[in-house]
Structure formats: C-alpha cells, structure tokens
C-alpha cells in the first residue's frame, strides 16, 4: 500500500495570487515525481460546489453562524468525498483555502472566535488537518486592488463576502498572520508581492522537507 499523500493548503485574503500559485505548483510538484490534484474550497464536489453559490451570493442574506455552517457543511462533503480517498490513494492535495479560512473571516472577521470555528470545524474534518499551510502575504489594499481588477476582467460583479468594507479585510489579514506565528511549523508565510515565479519558489523551499527524496 503506499503512504498516505500530502494535504497542502493554500490561505490568504483575495487577491493574494493563490489560484496562481496553486496552478504553477502543481507544475512543479509533478516535476519532482509528486501525483498531486488540485481542489478549491469552498467546492470540488458538487453538494460543497452548490454551497459556493448559495454562500456567495449577494442576494441573499446569511448571518456569522449560518455563514460558518454553510463553509463547514461544504467542507464534511469534500473530506468524505474526495480529500479522504485521495490522500489514501497515496496522492497529494493542493488545497486553495481550507479551515484556515474559516477561522479568519467567521473566526475574527465575522467575530465568531476562533476557538469556536475550530471547534466546529474539528466535527466538520473529522480531525484532518494540513500537513503543511503556504499563507501568501500582502499589504490589504494592494490584494483588494488586484481582486476587484481581476472581476473587472472577468466581468463579475462583487460576491457576497467581496462587498465588505476594507476594514474587514485588514482584520483578515491580520488574524491570518496569528494563526502563523501561532503555528509557524505548519503555516509558513510567503510573500505575495513578489512576482508569481518568485513566489513559487518560495513554496517549493517551504515543501522542501515533504517531497520525495
Ligand atoms: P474564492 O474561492 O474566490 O476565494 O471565494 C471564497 C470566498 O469565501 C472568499 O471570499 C473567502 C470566503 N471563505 C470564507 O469566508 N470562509 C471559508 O471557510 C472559506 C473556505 C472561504
């Protein structure tokens, strides 16, 4: 049987550059003989894909509590459904956000707590947690202009939590940058300034321990 694959995630506020990152990774990975898959949250199972719909959309309204549920309950269905199997499969997982997110934007930004969003999130996981967080780091303003320039580009309108005030994202930041200094051995802070193929070195230096030799 092979060892159990690797769980990567990838955390940041928008418009740090992890959908780029992930991409390029990937590229990467494969290059030094990984067989990695790339996942999204919330999403890549179609229950938690659905859930993305309902938790972004800005017609509806959705309080802190529901908010943290919706993120959970999509989450259970990815772990079950397909994280799960394909970590047993001996595959690693590029995770673009996972728990981390949670205890962030519900955690502090919506003033839930952070212990509480864990707590939740333990049931939602059922204990599984990243072997090893990338968090991309930059200046809020900076992220919020690159996010708003890239819906711009792709014709979209602002989602549900994109509305928020740039307070809110600072808070964000902020409370990201604890959840490192916390636990600097798993979550390791890269900076999202610098160009994209600059940035992807840096992950693959803070991967360098987990590859294969
Ligand atoms: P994105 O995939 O485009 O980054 O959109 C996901 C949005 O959902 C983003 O604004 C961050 C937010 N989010 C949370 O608030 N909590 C979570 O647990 C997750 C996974 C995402």
Do not use: C
Not at 163 to 182: K, N, P, T
Not at 186 to 192: Q, W
């Amino acid at each position: 049987m092979s060892a159990r694959g690797r769980l990567i995630t990838i955390e940041g506020v928008d418009g740090t550059g992890k959908t780029t990152l992930a991409t390029a990774l990937l590229g990467r990975l494969t290059d030094h003989g990984v067989d990695a898959r790339l996942m999204r949250e919330p999403g890549g199972v179609e229950t938690s894909e659905r859930i993305r719909e309902l938790v972004k959309d800005p017609e509806l309204t959705v309080g802190p509590r529901a908010e943290a549920l919706l993120y959970a309950a999509a989450r259970a269905q990815l772990v079950d459904q397909a994280l799960l199997p394909v970590l047993e499969s001996g595959a690693w997982v590029l995770l673009d956000r996972f728990v981390d997110s949670s205890l962030a934007y519900q955690g502090v930004g919506r003033g839930l707590g952070v212990d509480a969003v864990r707590d939740l999130n333990r049931f939602a996981t059922a204990g599984l947690t990243p072997d090893r967080t990338l968090l991309l780091s930059l200046d809020s303003q900076l992220a919020r202009a690159r996010a708003s320039d890239r819906g711009a580009a792709a014709g979209e309108a602002p989602d549900r939590l994109e509305r928020e005030g740039d307070e809110f994202f600072v808070r964000i930041r902020e409370a990201y940058l604890s959840l490192a200094a916390a636990e600097p051995e798993r979550v390791r802070v890269l900076d999202a300034s610098q160009a994209p193929s600059a940035v992807v070195d840096q992950a693959l230096a803070a991967l360098g321990d987990l590859l294969p030799g």
